[in-house]
């Protein structure tokens, strides 16, 4: 169950729209349709966080090499795990000046919050740009933790007080967070930041004792010697940390991707839609977003749109419902 996200992953690859063959610039394909004003570049993490890191820099590379007439403004609204910005999508049917950049609260946090009133199911799919991955991070300063049976152990030693930061409830990081407490029989206290990036800084400030964060938020501090990697839920090691075990070479069956996509609001033209999908094809395709992937860790081998990225979301949604019923949504929630 817990490495249910994987093969998901796996499955997705061969109804993928296989990406160009080349990474030559090119602008997006002529359409009848290009946007008539600013497009609101929606971002449903906070400030500073992987999905804001790769929002500001999708919108700088369009800038750049001049993808678009008209500018294209990113607005974090990450209150709620998310839940503010897709009430906002929601709210925005039919408006083809409107995207949105997803992680995985994309799938929980409908599920955990029906309350929202919102289907993702209706949103236009645009883009897959990459499938981010986590690590386990601690502070540096904890000498005494140099590998996952250590952390297990000073987690079960410290008890319920032991800090674990995320990005709030419903997001990746409580999911992860609740998988290993359900894996090994522990808990923890966990305290939501407005985003990744923030946590980042709690964790060097030592006001939190361990994250799951993506590579991005933490590679900064990782470079400058603040934190350390103990263990990837990932199938294989990655690029960037080709010393760090995965979950699954320590006997751990766990591994846990995010996905980062961009999608549109329910009835988005399908002429604005293939303009979209034309602009981030020709991003993904670009050596600058290449090496970000690279060298940030993430995932980006396929690009999935239109269908099969519609596709793909749906397999997910019922993904992440079977895997918050299997770790407890109290769980996920802190209930």
Avoid at 33 to 52: F, N, Q, T, V
Avoid at 115 to 129: L, Q
């Amino acid at each position: 169950m817990l490495n249910i996200l994987y093969k998901a992953k796996k499955a997705a690859v061969p109804v993928a729209i296989a990406a160009a063959t080349t990474l030559g610039m090119t602008a997006p394909a002529m359409a009848e349709w290009s946007p008539k004003k600013p497009i609101e570049l929606i971002i449903m993490a906070g400030a500073g966080g992987g999905a804001d890191q790769i929002a500001r820099l999708l919108q700088g590379l369009i800038e750049k090499k001049k993808l678009s007439p008209r500018p294209v403004i990113p607005i974090n609204k990450a209150g709620g795990s998310g839940a503010e910005a897709l009430r906002y999508i929601q709210d925005k049917d039919g408006d083809d000046h409107t995207i949105l950049v997803t992680l995985n609260s994309f799938y929980t946090t409908p599920v955990i919050q029906k309350d929202i009133g919102v289907d993702v199911t209706n949103f236009t799919p645009i883009g897959r740009m990459a499938v981010d991955n986590f690590l386990l991070w601690v502070n540096q300063d904890m000498k005494e933790i140099t590998d996952l049976d250590s952390y297990v152990a000073a987690v079960k030693a410290k008890g319920n007080t032991w800090k674990v930061g995320g990005t709030g409830t419903g997001q990746e990081d409580s999911i992860l967070t609740a998988m290993m407490e359900k894996e090994f029989g522990y808990d923890v206290t966990y305290i939501p930041f407005p985003g990744g990036g923030t946590v980042a800084k709690n964790l060097v400030g030592n006001h939190i004792d361990s994250t799951v964060n993506n590579p991005a938020e933490q590679n900064e501090f990782y470079r400058a010697g603040n934190t350390k990697p103990l263990v990837q839920f990932t199938a294989e090691r990655l690029p960037a940390y080709p010393d760090i075990p995965t979950a699954k070479e320590l006997g751990v069956n766990m591994e846990y991707y995010m996905q980062r996509s961009i999608n549109g609001p329910p009835g988005m033209s399908a002429d604005a839609q293939q303009w979209y999908i034309s602009l981030f094809e020709t991003l993904f395709n670009s050596e600058e977003w290449q090496k970000f992937c690279v060298e940030d860790g993430l995932a980006c081998d396929t690009y999935l749109s239109g269908d099969a990225l519609g596709e793909y979301h749906t397999q997910q949604i019922a993904l992440h419902k079977d895997l918050i019923e299997s770790v407890g949504a109290a769980s996920i929630t802190g209930e």
